[in-house]
């Protein structure tokens, strides 16, 4: 593979990613998201989340990653696509 290929290929991926610059979470604590297995995310989180421009995406680029995306968790996800929702 080509290192042109490989540098085009990463600038493709971060194209497809400018969203994430216009999340309200944008500058917070990334740590809340994130919370220890066993844990909840504190509610500030899910507050930030539900008021976020962006929230759809995220939570699509999220759904196979651990923490809170897009305002649900990795369980909610799960839960959502068994269901089809």
């Known amino acids: 593979m080509s290192d042109l290929f490989q540098i085009e290929e990463l ?3 971060a194209a497809e990613l ?12 990334g740590d809340a998201w994130f919370p220890e297995p066993g844990s909840r995310a504190p509610e500030q989180v899910f507050r930030i989340c539900a008021g976020c421009p962006v929230r759809e995406d995220c939570r699509a680029y999220g759904f196979d990653w651990p923490g809170v995306w897009g305002g649900t968790t990795e369980h909610g996800r799960i839960q959502s696509a068994k269901s089809g929702t």
């Not at 400018?18 to 604590?29: F, Y």
């Open 11 to 13: 600038f493709g991926r």
């Open 18 to 29: 400018t969203w994430m610059g216009r999340a309200a979470c944008v500058g917070s604590d």
